[in-house]
């Protein structure tokens, strides 16, 4: 049985909204038995802007900080406050949201690199520390993908994004969610501490 996180948007930035959303999961469905960290945002900016000699602007904390907090800090919160009661429970699978970003890093994505860098270690680190519970960790890490707000780009940016897949092609959200999907399944119980790019041989052929 796979307990589903079926409740309203929880602010994964707060540890109390956090650990109430896990109860009232429990409370409905008795365990929870996969977890997938998928919260994200993206507050792009370079780290120093230079022009004419001087400095026209820099990456602010408040920039830096707010993407730190959802997308590493969020990802801690929600893995911490659920793997006790999958140990209790025999085990589970933790699924967390990278991205090729960062494998490889991107202009302006100080913060949501370091993020997705950041994702793949805790990754490797969980899967260190869970496997002698049953539990299962993995990363996704997708590449240009065709959702709502990157089908809103202008045509000319998504062609160029097309053309830098070695596939020809964006990838679907249908593809990230089978890859979750699959991971989740008894059909990947022996991956374990694993990066699965998404992303239609980008990273090859970056």
């Not at 699978?93 to 860098?117: E, R």
Request: charged residues 15%.
């Amino acid at each position: 049985m796979v307990a589903v996180w079926d409740m309203p948007d929880v602010d994964v930035t707060n540890v109390n909204a956090v650990n109430s959303a896990v109860e009232e999961v429990l409370a409905k469905h008795g365990r929870i038995d996969v977890l997938v960290n998928n919260a994200g945002i993206v507050r792009d900016s370079q780290l120093v802007k230079w022009k004419d000699g001087e400095v026209v602007s820099t990456m602010t904390d408040a920039v830096f900080d707010a993407v730190i907090n959802v997308n590493l800090k969020g990802v801690f919160y929600c893995t911490r406050a659920v793997v006790p009661h999958m140990i209790k429970g025999g085990g589970g699978v933790v699924l967390n949201a990278s991205s090729i970003v960062g494998l490889y890093g991107n202009f302006g994505q100080t913060n949501y690199a370091a993020t997705k860098a950041g994702v793949i270690s805790f990754t490797k680190t969980w899967a260190r520390e869970l496997g002698r519970y049953n539990i299962r960790v993995n990363c996704v890490a997708p590449g240009f993908i065709a959702t709502d707000m990157v089908k809103s780009m202008p045509q000319n940016i998504l062609d160029s994004m097309a053309a830098k897949t070695p596939i020809g092609k964006l990838g679907e959200p249908q593809d990230i969610a089978n890859a979750y999907v699959w991971l989740a399944s008894s059909a990947a119980k022996f991956v374990h501490g694993a990066v699965l790019s998404v992303d239609g041989g980008l990273v090859m052929g970056t």
